[in-house]
């Protein structure tokens, strides 16, 4: 990335995160029975319409759908790789907790990795696991492979 775009990108970077982090604390208020959810989910949402001109304008015009496609994939194959990295990483530390939750992710993108598959074969329909972001193609889910959610927890993604 050219170094005039790094403040963009270092822009992007942190709204996004911001809004992560306003989306768990959204939770926990809720949790906790206060009122301050809604304000840490309006947070979340500007955040992310920020970051999503910030991506715009660093990604340029978006491209036709072969081209998306290649690039999701690409970025999901890096996703996967750097998650067996980041679990090393975790376990050789020590940190069991990261270790699993990183494990999970690497189980996760191998499933985002056979949906690319699916969808040239036609595939319309999946179920995502909004627990651990696992995706099933085609019909009813059972339990999860990742994270063991009950098959009534998937939400459906079609056209």
């Known amino acids: 990335m050219p170094s005039e775009n790094a403040p963009l990108a270092e822009a992007f970077l942190r709204q996004s995160v911001a809004a992560a982090k306003n989306h768990i604390r959204a939770q926990k208020a809720a949790q906790e029975g206060t009122s301050a959810r809604t304000l840490f989910l309006g947070l979340a949402m500007g955040q992310e319409a920020q970051a999503k001109k910030a991506l715009f304008l660093l990604r340029g015009r978006v491209g036709a759908t072969d081209v998306n496609l290649a690039e999701a994939l690409q ?3 890096e996703l996967a790789v750097d998650a067996l990295a980041w679990t090393d990483r975790a376990q050789v530390g020590g940190d069991r907790a990261a270790g699993a939750l990183l494990m999970q ?6 499933s985002h990795l056979a949906a690319y598959e699916r969808e040239a074969k036609g595939e319309t329909v999946f179920h995502v696991c909004p627990i651990c ?13 990742v994270c063991n959610a009950l098959p009534e927890k998937f939400v459906e993604v079609c056209i």
């Open 133 to 145: 972001g696992y995706i099933h193609a085609g019909g009813t889910p059972g339990r999860c492979p």
């Open 105 to 110: 992710m690497a189980r996760v993108q191998a």
């Open 75 to 77: 970025e999901t194959r």
